[in-house]
């Protein structure tokens, strides 16, 4: 059996063996235990059918720590790297954030920081600042969206610096400092399309877009977002239309198109689906609760929201979790449960000043 043909976890072991072979030499019994440890995870390990997402890669987890235990930062940041499958193309750690497993990418990202190389650095940097930024913790998001920034100016990643200006301008969105975002966003754009950069273009393209949403400019928003998609679908990346399909589903909401609304958010809700992807999953039960709703038919848009609230409060998304109460305490009160309306309302405020 040649390497193409071996499980993911069993080629990297074949990769990686060479290097824990030259590191045998005057080991200890400790050093060569972590290696026969790596070996077996990654050899071995074989996951119950019904195992939860976490239980499917614990394998290659356990191999990056032991790795890490011996200070082999090189293999274990090899490990963050791998496919897990030919037709998925993120890789493990970037799939660990589509999972909403953040506390374990948190964990994994800061136990190689300063210990590869200055590349790792900032990768591992903009990976927190997303994380934080799905979290809901701007000024830590913002910490390492600017460490970033600062390594990609340094070593002169033009591709990198678009990535930080689009990052940096999405929290001036959160924060309402729409024309800062926007001027971040173009910088970005500018960049991107400077190094005929499709993916990077698309996601200028796509915050601008959100730019536009919170202004109100809703011509401006749609015409972002589908030129997004279109570079989305030429680039035949369905996971990147998640957010975007979702923000289609708001400005047709918000411009008084139920129906088209609810057409984007099914949209985002199968993608999400295929890929497992539980913010993704939240988003889009909460358009399609939010556009039921405004159609009157209560019964839906308490089913969706219910979804949306479960699943925010899963992977700790606490804007979603706001959200999703935020509708239900307006279908009750809708409904002329009072009361309900504001033991739900007491919630979401309780929520906001945590």
């Known amino acids: 059996m040649n390497n193409q043909t071996l499980p993911p976890s069993q080629q990297l072991w074949s990769n990686i063996q060479p290097n824990l072979e030259q590191q ?3 080991a200890s019994r400790s050093v060569l235990a972590h290696h026969r440890a790596v070996k077996n995870w990654l050899t071995q390990y074989q996951p119950h059918e019904n195992s939860s997402n976490l239980e499917k890669v614990r394998g290659y987890l356990e191999a990056f720590h032991h790795l890490c235990q011996v200070n082999s930062w090189q293999l274990a940041s090899r490990i963050l790297e791998v496919k897990l499958q030919d037709n998925i193309a993120e890789e493990l750690h970037n799939q660990l954030f589509i999972w909403s497993y953040f506390q374990e990418q ?5 136990a190689l920081l300063h210990k590869v190389s200055v590349v790792v650095d900032a990768n591992c940097f903009l990976a927190l600042g997303n994380i934080y930024a799905v979290l809901g913790d701007i000024d830590l998001a913002a910490q390492f969206y600017g460490k970033y920034l600062n390594i990609t100016r340094t070593i002169h990643d033009l591709e990198g610096e678009a990535k930080a200006l689009v990052s940096l301008g ?6 309402g400092k729409y024309k800062d975002a926007i001027e971040l966003h173009e910088q970005s754009l500018k960049i991107a399309q400077e190094l005929e950069s499709k993916e990077d273009e698309g996601r200028a ?3 601008l877009g959100n730019a536009y949403l919170s202004l109100g400019n809703y011509n401006e928003a749609l015409k972002h977002y589908l030129s997004n998609v ?3 679908q030429g680039l035949k990346n369905d996971y990147s239309q998640v957010s975007t399909l979702g923000n289609l589903s708001s400005v047709y909401r918000f411009m008084g198109d139920y129906y088209q609304a609810i057409k984007y958010a099914e949209q985002q809700l199968e993608i999400a689906q295929k890929f497992a992807d539980q913010s993704g999953l939240s988003s889009a039960y909460g358009h399609l609760s939010s556009s039921y709703y405004y159609l009157s038919d209560y019964d839906k848009a308490i089913e969706y929201a219910q979804k949306q609230v479960e699943i925010a409060r899963a992977i700790g998304e606490q804007a979603s979790i706001g959200s999703g109460l935020s509708m239900f305490a307006n279908i009750y009160y809708s409904l002329g449960e009072y009361q309900q309306t504001l033991e739900i309302l007491q919630e979401v405020f309780n929520i906001a000043v945590i």
């Open 24 to 26: 045998k030499v005057n």
């Open 106 to 110: 948190i964990t994994l990202y800061k």
């Open 170 to 175: 999405n929290l001036y969105d959160k924060l």
């Open 205 to 207: 393209l796509a915050a």
């Open 230 to 232: 279109e570079i989305s």
